[in-house]
């Protein structure tokens, strides 16, 4: 078979790019190695950025998100029994939106399959083949019969664990990463949010998200010891943690409830660079891992998205290569500053085990800057709302 661009894997990075080069009349084809039902089961998380926003409309997926979504135009910090709020309109003029991370991948694969594009699901050991070449190729099986695509590019959207990355030759590639000492337990669960924005909450005891997937379905997280397993956590011991963390006007509101969805992930800052090698982009967690705490994961898959959608757009329109060959270098200088604002968010907000007392005394001075400080909750609000592309 054949077709312009390979991409593999169907998480969201995948099916965007699919679905914006299909309305450019670019094929493609996708290989998942999931089933469908398994990557629209995965949980993840849910604040978008207005690019991301804007991306979803142009790739014509907009419409239930509109419909749906949650326009947040500020967030809340909660720490010394005291709410901060940072007001994203008042100090950026813009705004974020809630709209889960599981209902964008449902979207873009409805109009997937809504427009006749190909995926493969359940594609077994997926292989990109000569990437150095000008004709590389993708291999995979199913239902034991083997398959060969050959294509133009080769797209790696397969996740951090995924195949496309380790294709990189090792004296090529180079990768930076930070393993944060906890992880967070969060879950899923039908009550109506306790407010109507966002609250980061720092205590002694760690950290603890309040969000919300709708105004009667919550999300809740609190930092965990690395080592703990979900087993470790009843939903009695989640909430009083979860009580002991807010400050007690916000622990009054919880209504505790059956928990539909309980996992913990743990924390990581990761960086490969380059983004391409020969014929094969990376794009997503392929690439880059951030901390969930400043919502950068599903945004930075979707900036990759947008110059990696540019870049082969102007390619097939004018042959040129320049967007491509420069596409490594422009989409790592958003990683990087994405990276380093989540590494930031976290940094501040989390209980560090071995932190000394001086480095203690620093969190508290950061924190007591940044709620007193206009210039520092402006710098936070243009990062959490979305650096320019
Ligand atoms: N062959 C085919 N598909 C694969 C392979 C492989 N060898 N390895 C992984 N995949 C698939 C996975 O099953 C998954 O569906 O690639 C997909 C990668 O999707 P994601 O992990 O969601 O990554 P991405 O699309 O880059 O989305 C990034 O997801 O994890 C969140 O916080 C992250 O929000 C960010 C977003
Ligand atoms: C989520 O809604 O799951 C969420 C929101 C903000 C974060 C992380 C997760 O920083």
Redesign the pocket.
């Known amino acids: 078979m054949r077709t312009q661009v390979g991409i593999?894997?169907?998480?969201?990075?995948?099916l965007l790019l699919g679905q914006l080069l299909h309305r450019q009349g670019i094929s493609n084809v996708i290989?998942?190695?999931?089933s469908a039902e398994?990557?629209l089961d995965?949980v993840?998380?849910g604040l978008i950025e207005q690019g991301t926003v804007d991306l979803l409309d142009q790739a014509g997926v907009g419409r239930r998100m509109h419909a749906e979504g949650l326009v947040h135009d500020g967030v809340e910090l909660s720490f010394d029994g005291e709410h901060h709020r940072i007001d994203f309109k008042a100090l950026v003029g813009k705004a974020v939106m809630v709209y889960g991370?599981t209902e964008i991948t449902r979207d873009l694969m409805q109009a997937r399959a809504a427009a006749g594009q190909e995926t493969v699901y359940e594609?077994e050991d997926?292989q990109p083949l000569d990437i150095s070449s000008a004709r590389p190729s993708l291999t995979y099986r199913k239902d034991g019969v083997s398959y060969e695509i050959g294509c133009d590019f080769i797209i790696g959207?397969?996740?951090?664990?995924?195949?496309s990355r380790s294709t990189i030759p090792a004296e090529v590639l180079k990768t930076y990463e930070r393993i944060y000492p906890f992880g967070w337990l969060g879950i899923l669960v039908d009550r109506p949010p306790i407010s109507p924005e966002l609250i980061y909450a720092h205590s002694e005891r760690g950290f603890a998200l309040c969000t919300m997937r709708s105004a009667t379905r919550s999300r809740l997280y609190v930092q965990c010891p690395l080592d703990d397993q979900v087993e470790d956590w009843s939903d009695d011991r989640f909430w009083s943690e979860l009580a002991l963390r807010l400050d007690p006007s916000d622990a009054a509101r919880l209504v505790p409830g059956p928990s539909i969805e309980k996992s913990i992930a743990p924390l990581r800052s990761f960086v490969a660079e380059p983004m391409r090698f020969g014929r094969l982009f990376l794009?997503?967690?392929?690439a880059h891992i951030v901390p969930?705490t400043g919502a950068k994961?599903?945004n930075l898959?979707a900036s990759d998205v947008f110059y990696l959608w540019r870049a082969l757009s102007e390619h097939y329109e004018t042959g040129a290569m320049a967007g491509l060959d420069a596409y490594s270098q422009t989409a790592l200088k958003r990683v990087w500053l994405a990276e380093r604002f989540s590494w930031w968010m976290t940094s501040i907000l989390h209980t560090f085990p071995e932190a000394s007392s001086f480095e203690q005394q620093l969190q508290k001075a950061e924190l007591g800057y940044l709620v007193r400080s206009p210039a520092a909750m402006t710098a936070l609000a243009e990062n959490y709302v979305g650096l320019p592309y």
């Open positions: 593999i894997g169907a998480g969201p990075a995948g290989l998942e190695r999931r398994y990557v995965r993840r998380a991370q594609a997926v959207c397969d996740g951090f664990h995924g195949v794009a997503g967690d392929a969930p994961g599903l898959a």
